[in-house]
C-alpha cells in the first residue's frame, strides 16, 4: 500500500523568508503523480502544485517549487518569498493511477510578519 | 466557473441519529470522490464515482455510511445511524473526465464539519 510521510507537524518562518515542507512516500508504481495542497484557515483546499513522475524537471508555480527525488522518494516544498497569506495547512498527496490520492497528516505552516 | 461546493457546512448531531451530506461537483466533471479526516489524522479515501457509477467504494468504513449520485450530478452521502468515530470533516472533490494515461487534477469543496454528540 502506498504511503505519504509528513515529518513535520508544525513550521514557521518569517515574512519574506524562504522555508521547504518535506514529504515522502512509498510506493512500487513507477508512473505516478505527487501534489501538494493547501488549506488556509477556514478555507478551501487549493491546489497548489503538481508532478507527473515520468518528468526530471521539478515543477514551478511563481514562488512555490518542488525538489523532486524520485529514487529518494522524495518530494519536498520550498516556498520562497513567503508571504502572510501562505499561512495554512499544507498536504502532500499521491495518486498511483488509481484515481484515489493518499494524503500526509499535513504541515501547519505559521508565517511571521 | 463554480467550484466544488458542499453542504452543509457544519452539522452536530446525536449518536444514533442521521446525517445527509451532499455534493455538488464543478460542472462537466465526470468524477466525484469522498474523503474524510478524522482529527489529527490523515485525509482518508471514502470512494469514487463516475458519473453515477460507483468506481471505488473500499474507503468506506462500514454499511452505516451509504452514498448516491442520482443523474451523475450532485452526490448525497448517508450515515445512518451516526455513531461518535464518524465526527471528522468530510471533504468532496471533483475531476474531469480522465484522458488516456493522465491523471486529472482533483478540486476540493470547502468540506462538512461534523460532530456527532
Known amino acids: 500500500a502506498q504511503t505519504v510521510t509528513q515529518s513535520q507537524p508544525e513550521m514557521s518562518v518569517q515574512e519574506a523568508e524562504t522555508v521547504t515542507l518535506s514529504c515522502t512516500y512509498d510506493?512500487?508504481?513507477?508512473?505516478?503523480?505527487l501534489f501538494w495542497y493547501k488549506q488556509p484557515p477556514s478555507r478551501q483546499m487549493i491546489l497548489v502544485i503538481r508532478?507527473?513522475?515520468?518528468?526530471?524537471q521539478n515543477a514551478t508555480e511563481n514562488r512555490f517549487s518542488v525538489n523532486f527525488q524520485k529514487a529518494a522518494k522524495s518530494f519536498s516544498l520550498k516556498i520562497s518569498d513567503s508571504q502572510l497569506g501562505d499561512t495554512a495547512m499544507y498536504f502532500c498527496?499521491?495518486?498511483?493511477?488509481?484515481?484515489?490520492?493518499?494524503f500526509g497528516k499535513g504541515t501547519k505552516l505559521t508565517v511571521n510578519p | 466557473e463554480a467550484g466544488v461546493t458542499q453542504f452543509p457546512s457544519h452539522s452536530v448531531i446525536e449518536k444514533g441519529q442521521t446525517v445527509t451530506l451532499r455534493c455538488d461537483p464543478i460542472?462537466?466533471?465526470?468524477?466525484l470522490y469522498w474523503y474524510r479526516r478524522v482529527m489529527g489524522k490523515e485525509i482518508k479515501f471514502l470512494l469514487h464515482?463516475?458519473?453515477?457509477?460507483?468506481?471505488?467504494e473500499s474507503g468506506m468504513p462500514n454499511n452505516r455510511f451509504l452514498a448516491e449520485r442520482t443523474g451523475g450530478t450532485y452526490s448525497t452521502l448517508k450515515v445512518q445511524p451516526a455513531e461518535l468515530e464518524d465526527s471528522g470533516v468530510y471533504f468532496c472533490?471533483?475531476?474531469?473526465?480522465?484522458?488516456?494515461?493522465?491523471?486529472?487534477?482533483?478540486?476540493f469543496g470547502p468540506g462538512t464539519r461534523l460532530l456527532v454528540l
Open positions: 472533490a471533483s475531476s474531469q473526465d480522465s484522458r488516456r494515461g493522465v491523471t486529472e487534477t482533483q478540486y
Open positions: 510506493t512500487s508504481e513507477n508512473n505516478y503523480y
Open positions: 508532478q507527473e513522475a515520468y518528468k526530471q
Open positions: 498527496a499521491f495518486n498511483g493511477g488509481s484515481e484515489k490520492l493518499v
Open positions: 460542472s462537466g466533471h465526470d468524477n
Open positions: 464515482f463516475v458519473k453515477e457509477s460507483k468506481q471505488d
